[in-house]
T-cell receptor, first 112, second 113 residues
Framework: EAQVTQNPRYLITVTGKKLTVTCSQNMNHEYMSWYRQDPGLGLRQIYYSMNVEVTDKGDVPEGYKVSRKEKRNFPLILESPSPNQTSLYFC???????????FGEGSRLTVL | QKEVEQDPGPLSVPEGAIVSLNCTYSNSAFQYFMWYRQYSRKGPELLMYTYSSGNKEDGRFTAQVDKSSKYISLFIRDSQPSDSATYLCAMTSGFQGAQKLVFGQGTRLTINP
């Protein structure tokens, strides 16, 4: 079954405590991205990756890092989380020919 | 001004009604248009995809694009309680390079039995 798997699904943390949200896909897609979803703002792209070792900033990259060492994995790193990073995060892979995005089930992060 | 504007609702209609969901956009470079459906506590999933002006039908769903007016719509006929979800429009200028998709903020729809 084609899947995008994110972990953790829910996390409560405190300001400044580094955390990583993992994302793994089994569809062999080259393109992966991270989005955050906030009420009234919709889905906004944080970072994307067109292939292994190729990453670039999306619309709201401040406070986030990513890496793409393997095709299937694309972790999102918050080095020093702040309360304004409280949000619902989605990892997605992108089917090149059709533009279809396949989303994970989301990771709800609360930063106190 | 946002590139893509979508009425967030919420929208509540009785079962069997025809539902119309709409988005407007400002970037004339957008060529590909999509509708995603997002159930509560789930990631969005692709519902409809089109790249030209006009209508595209898939079962009870019809996607309509009017590039001259920069306006897209999704119609749901014979709406069912299982259609209750948030619907997001999305669009892009192409699928090469950055392949950036721009989303509307989503419309929350409830179909009442």
């Amino acid at each position: 079954e084609a899947q995008v798997t994110q972990n953790p699904r829910y996390l409560i943390t405190v300001t400044g405590k580094k955390l990583t949200v993992t994302c793994s896909q089994n569809m062999n897609h080259e393109y992966m991205s991270w989005y955050r979803q906030d009420p009234g703002l919709g889905l906004r792209q944080i970072y994307y990756s067109m292939n292994v070792e190729v990453t670039d900033k999306g619309d709201v990259p401040e406070g986030y890092k990513v890496s793409r060492k393997e095709k299937r994995n694309f972790p999102l790193i918050l080095e020093s989380p702040s309360p304004n990073q409280t949000s619902l995060y989605f990892c997605a892979t992108h089917k090149t020919r059709t533009g279809e995005l396949f989303f994970g089930e989301g990771s709800r992060l609360t930063v106190l | 001004q946002k590139e893509v504007e979508q009425d967030p609702g919420p929208l509540s209609v009785p079962e069997g009604a025809i539902v119309s969901l709409n988005c407007t956009y400002s970037n004339s470079a957008f060529q590909y248009f999509m509708w995603y459906r997002q159930y509560s506590r789930k990631g969005p999933e692709l519902l409809m995809y089109t790249y030209s002006s006009g209508n595209k039908e898939d079962g009870r769903f019809t996607a309509q694009v009017d590039k001259s007016s920069k306006y897209i719509s999704l119609f749901i006929r014979d709406s069912q309680p299982s259609d209750s979800a948030t619907y997001l429009c999305a669009m892009t200028s192409g699928f090469q390079g950055a392949q950036k998709l721009v989303f509307g903020q989503g419309t929350r729809l409830t179909i009442n039995p």
